[in-house]
């Protein structure tokens, strides 16, 4: 018994010591003049429900709404190029001009024949209506039996001649009028005109150049209107709807 008492007293002991130590720190703390903690600044925010639209970016490619290369259609030499790149050009405005001489003189060859047929039609025309008349004169006179029926066979088979050089000739008129309007077409291919109003973008011949059909000349482009092409990432598309609105930035425009 005597024993536990005194373990007793010795942890109340010890007790008071530990608490007389924080008390000597505590002190000494206090002492030193170490300066109190400044309290931490906070920001408050107020949560507000909002419908939420996910948006899905990809690159893109701006294009001209219309954009085309100029070709001429026919073999020749370049007279004459009346623009530069980069000049604006109104619709149907003469770019190129191709030597005309060699068209100019076929449209003439071809006057000329188209007149050559005219004339033979005429005449053939003309033998056809004489022919009527002699057929006419000839079976007056078989009926009168003042001639003898294979008179009338002559003037009859020579008449149907006629008549089939007739139709030779007017087939001659129309092929010849064919070749009139084709070389007036080919004439009119020697100015190459603007298809519609726009910018110059290329040029790629210059006068003197002998050019071949379908080499390029020049390129028009129409930047009023112009169209994006891009491709939308797979796990995207159930994002992109018909009519969703876009919104296009240029990295050149800011």
Do not use: W
């Not at 000597?24 to 703390?29: I, L, N, R, Y």
């Not at 909002?50 to 100029?70: G, K, S, Y």
């Not at 007279?79 to 100019?104: F, M, P, S, T």
């Not at 050089?165 to 070749?179: C, H, P, S």
């Amino acid at each position: 018994p005597r024993r536990a008492g005194r373990v007793q007293r010795g942890a109340v002991a010890y007790d008071h010591a530990v608490c007389a130590g924080c008390q000597s720190k505590g002190a000494s703390a206090e002492q030193v003049g170490a300066a109190p903690t400044a309290p931490a600044r906070v920001s408050t925010y107020r949560v507000a429900q909002r419908a939420f639209a996910r948006q899905v970016e990809f690159p893109a490619t701006l294009l001209a709404a219309q954009d085309v290369t100029i070709v001429s259609k026919l073999p020749g030499e370049i007279q004459k190029v009346n623009v530069a790149e980069g000049d604006r050009v109104k619709k149907d405005q003469i770019l190129v001009q191709l030597d005309q001489r060699d068209y100019a003189l076929a449209l003439r060859q071809a006057r000329a024949q188209l007149a050559a047929a005219q004339a033979g039609v005429e005449t053939a025309r003309a033998g056809l209506d004489a022919g009527d008349v002699s057929r006419a004169r000839v079976a007056a006179l078989v009926e009168k039996d003042a001639v003898s029926p294979s008179s009338f066979d002559d003037v009859d088979g020579q008449r149907k001649v006629t008549a089939a050089q007739v139709k030779g000739a007017e087939a001659q008129l129309q092929l010849g009028q064919v070749a009139v309007d084709a070389a007036a077409v080919n004439l009119g291919y020697t100015t190459i005109r603007a298809p519609f109003a726009g910018t110059i973008g290329k040029r790629m011949v210059d006068p003197g150049a002998r050019v071949m059909p379908q080499v390029p000349l020049l390129t028009v482009i129409d930047a009023s209107s112009v169209k994006v092409e891009g491709g939308v990432p797979e796990g995207d598309l159930p994002l992109v709807k018909v009519g969703s609105p876009a919104r296009i930035t240029v990295e050149a425009l800011g």
